[in-house]
């Protein structure tokens, strides 16, 4: 069965167990674990800030607790998320030969194109420094005037036209001053900002005379209507125009056949060339070895979620809470899992539920109340006992479960 989060929907330890081939992340095992999650019911509401992670869809072939502690797979680990198309190529040519070791084709098609966008970069980078360079220049001679007016010594234009020959083609960049940090998501700008009075970005304008605009990134964009310029006898009004194209229906799928790694607000994440995003939604549509595929999603997901990810990965951690798991199981039906922490049945016929509290402070992250009377139980931990966060957790819910001698120490247990 597969089980829905939620007060409503809790989870009896001691019922059906729910079995799965994914091992949770924190305590490793696939007991009370939903099919795509990495954390299970027992370790979910202490992990990320008391939120549920996010679902990552099935895998047959590796578990993300296996990606995670693979010696194989720790120079994809080691990575982070690409931060550019070359990066992006370097990711993926590593998961290849982690499974296939087959980069060939795929080197071979994105070599050109990658130089070419390199090298549009690099002039762009250039033009840009050297303009920002002469405009701070000016500033400086008169930065002891007082209610220095700018723009009298800048002027007003705000843009300028940068021209260069490529591929035996002319291209027109308009290089805009920009004001605050914003930039438009399809230029281009300059790829190590500089400490001076003016930064800029670029937008494509012509490409030998004739009006360009791209859809997704300009640059990109350009470097590669540049090659299918050279490979096909057609116009660039033309190109350009089945470029925007096939670029559109390739972010579309991977928008709606990959909802559960991209949106409209991570889209930026996405490579920026048409090469490396079709090779992304190859591999992703499965149109690759199965292994290939699954690499890609635990990378992924592991570059997006690293910030609690890595936090779970402390040893003293992992088996604090495999002896929480274990202490639920071996109370069974007195436990009952929720999506924001647990209840226990006590020896009295009491009721306590332990809940995540985001009014935590470094030694209390929990809310402990008597279900039936609504009633808070007050329980802290001496701040000398530095012990692991499911330690802490196995101590509270032994000592509710046993209500009757807990009491002694306990007074606000309903005794």
């Known amino acids: 069965m597969k089980m829905e989060l939620g007060l409503l929907n809790s989870k009896r330890i001691g019922g059906e167990a729910v079995v799965s081939k ?18 299970c019911l027992v370790c979910s509401p202490w992990t990320n800030n008391g939120e549920s ?7 047959e072939h590796i578990t993300l607790l296996e990606f995670i502690h693979g010696d194989n797979y720790q120079e994809i680990i080691s990575r982070g998320m690409p931060d550019g198309d070359i990066a992006w190529k370097e990711l993926l040519c590593s998961i290849n030969a982690s ?8 080197v071979n098609d994105t070599e050109e194109v990658l130089s070419l966008i390199t090298h549009i970069q690099g002039v762009i980078d250039e033009y840009t420094e050297d303009l920002s360079r ?46 605050g940090d914003e930039v438009p998501s399809h230029a281009y700008s300059f790829s190590k900002p500089l400490e001076l009075h003016s930064n800029y970005y670029a937008e494509i304008v012509s490409i030998n005379g004739s009006s360009v605009s791209f859809d997704y990134k300009d640059l990109e964009g350009c470097a590669e209507v540049l090659l299918l310029l050279e490979i096909h006898n057609r116009g660039i009004d033309d190109t350009v ?13 991977l928008l709606s056949q990959h909802c559960e790694l991209f949106t409209e607000e991570s889209i930026q994440i996405l490579p920026h060339s048409i090469s490396i995003l079709s090779e992304l939604n190859r591999i992703l549509s499965g149109k690759d ?28 951690r992992v088996r604090s809470f495999q002896f929480l798991s274990q202490i639920m199981t071996d109370l069974g039906k007195r436990v009952t899992l929720y999506e924001n922490g647990f209840s226990v049945d006590s020896l009295t016929g009491n009721r306590y539920q332990v809940n995540w509290t985001k009014f935590r402070t470094d030694h209390v992250f929990w809310f402990i109340t008597e279900f039936f009377e609504d009633k808070s139980v007050c329980i802290e931990v001496e701040e000398e006992h530095d012990l692991p966060m499911g330690d802490i957790l196995a101590v509270i819910l032994l000592s509710l479960y046993d209500d009757i001698e807990s009491s002694e120490l306990i007074k606000t247990l309903n005794i």
């Open 22 to 39: 994914q091992s949770c992340l924190s305590c490793h095992s696939p007991k009370y674990n939903d099919y795509d999650l990495p954390l």
């Open 241 to 253: 125009e089945s470029y925007n194209r096939k670029c559109r229906e390739i972010i579309d799928k």
């Open 99 to 106: 499974s296939i070791g087959d980069n060939g084709r795929f």
């Open 289 to 316: 070895d199965d292994l290939v595929r699954e690499l890609l999603l635990c990378s992924l997901y592991t570059f997006e979620n690293w910030k609690w990810i890595q936090n779970v990965l402390d040893p003293a």
């Open 134 to 179: 002469s405009e701070n220049l000016a500033l400086s001679y008169y930065s002891h005037f007082v209610d220095l007016d700018k723009s009298s010594i800048l002027g007003d234009d705000e843009e300028k036209l940068l021209q260069f020959e490529i591929r035996n083609q002319n291209v027109t960049f308009r290089i805009v001053r920009m004001k």
């Open 53 to 59: 992670p996010k679902s990552f869809g099935s895998l």
